[in-house]
DNA sequence: CCCCCCCC
């Protein structure tokens, strides 16, 4: 490896534009956090004086990246996020940890580093294993794995049950071993690679599967009745039992240090680590020839007479209330002011919202998938029924990638709403 | 659909 690039350790928290060449050294299996239904999964990456630093992948970035960063294999990394991990969680604190995410570049190095790899491990001969037998000690062996025994459920002497799996090891001079598998481990890490596994988690991964926009959600109404607004009092600091609903009110602002745009994907909008118009392929939607391109998002509180809720609008109603568009954002190097975008709405509008309930919070998070100003319909003769092409910033007849965005799930729910409102008569 | 963060 050479040493043109930076060193784990000289990497700090707000250290900025450096790259490190490292070696996936350990991968572990996903798992579900204790407190929380987050998925994460953490590696092992190490330089090339051996230096070792954690890194962790969440959610969605875990089957994004799962082919990408391969164990054994070579990367340049840069721009992941680099933090100190919790002292709440670690003793000693001041330790680094690495967040790959989207924003995370990563470049596949044709290099064997295998050698390095092993050298920092130091491996006890099976003949050696009996010294450790009822000690505590962590020891690495190597060896191939030559038989998997069937699962099998045993009680410990507390009498709690558990599930076990025996693997059968062989060392080079052929002696054996029998590595006992515990618990997640069984599941984790004994899974046979059938083909018929793989492709049954290619199916529940969907990596593949995009959401077609239904039909049904161009027929959605925007209401005009005051009872079919839903009355910000009612669904702040709590969980709301409805998922979409609609409030009239106004929209504003209030974090102007804030970035009002991401790079993204032009064919899945999911963020990007590349630069503006490059062509690369998008380790979310596999597209093999994405282009980068500049996605407007802004950080909004919404009020209306009764009280305020925060919310996220990303994307065409995001470039509609700030009355500007991704590239400006983009290429906007100053905090904002009034004259460069709009920060706050004179008058009412209507805002269709989305719930997004957090598993361990009372609260939701509120995302704006459109926003239409009531002039806009008005003087429509199909009053009460304005259809869907006069939301957002666009009038041309062509329905607002905020709406196509909806998926399938969200226009069932679309249409359970408006069912509900058709069958209580409002 | 998209952003943010997230775990021991």
Same mark, same amino acid.
């Given at each position: 490896m050479g040493d043109k690039f930076q060193l784990i350790h000289d990497v700090s928290p707000g250290t900025t534009g450096w790259t490190v060449k490292v070696v996936v050294a350990e991968k572990f299996s996903p798992r579900v956090a204790q407190r929380s239904p987050t998925k994460y999964q953490n590696l092992t990456l190490m330089d090339s004086e051996g230096s070792t630093v954690q890194a962790t992948l969440y959610g969605q970035n875990i089957t994004a990246f799962q082919d990408e960063l391969l164990l054994g294999k070579t990367y340049l990394i840069s721009n992941a996020l680099v933090k100190e991990t919790n002292a709440e969680y670690k003793a000693k604190s001041g330790e680094i940890q690495w967040t790959i995410s989207g924003r995370t570049r990563i470049r596949r190095v044709e290099e064997n580093n295998s050698n390095l790899l092993i050298s920092t491990y130091s491996f006890t001969d099976f003949e050696d294993?009996?010294?450790?037998?009822? $000690?505590?000690v962590d020891i690495s062996v190597i060896g191939m794995i030559i038989d998997i025994k069937p699962r099998r459920i045993i009680q410990t002497r507390f009498g709690k049950e558990c599930q076990v799996q025996d693997l059968v090891l062989v060392n080079k001079r052929f002696d054996t071993v029998l590595l006992t598998m515990w618990e997640t481990f069984v599941d984790n890490e004994c899974k046979g690679h059938t083909n018929s596994e793989i492709i049954d988690n290619m199916i529940s991964e969907k990596h593949y599967l995009t959401s077609t926009p239904s039909k049904l959600s161009s027929k959605l109404s925007v209401p005009?009745? !005051?009872?079919d607004f839903t009355e910000i009092k009612n669904i702040q600091g709590l969980k709301t039992v409805k998922q979409f609903f609609w409030i009239k009110g106004k929209a504003s602002v209030k974090v102007l240090n804030q970035t009002y745009w991401y790079m993204s994907c032009?064919? /899945?909008?999911k963020i990007s $680590? !590349?630069?503006?118009g490059d062509i690369y392929p998008c380790v979310? /939607? %596999? /597209?093999?020839d994405a282009k980068a391109i500049p996605r407007a998002k802004v950080y909004m509180q919404l009020t209306d007479p009764t009280g305020y809720i925060n919310a996220t609008a990303i994307g065409n109603p995001a470039e509609y209330f700030l009355q500007s568009n991704a590239e400006i954002l983009m290429n906007q190097t100053l905090i904002p002011t009034a004259a460069s975008m709009r920060l706050s709405m004179d008058e009412d509008e209507i805002f269709y919202v989305k719930a997004i309930t957090q598993e361990l919070s009372p609260e939701c998070k509120f995302e704006i998938l459109f926003i239409v100003n009531p002039s806009q319909i008005?003087?429509? %003769?199909n009053k009460g029924k304005a259809p869907v092409e006069h939301i957002g910033n666009r009038f041309d007849g062509e329905i607002p990638s905020s709406l196509l965005g909806l998926n399938f799930l969200e226009s069932l729910q679309l249409q359970e709403n408006n069912l509900a409102r058709f069958n209580t008569g409002i």
């Open positions: 294993l009996p010294k450790y037998m009822d $000690s505590n005009t009745a !005051e009872k032009n064919n /899945c909008n $680590s !590349e630069n503006y979310f /939607c %596999k /597209c093999t008005a003087g429509d %003769k």
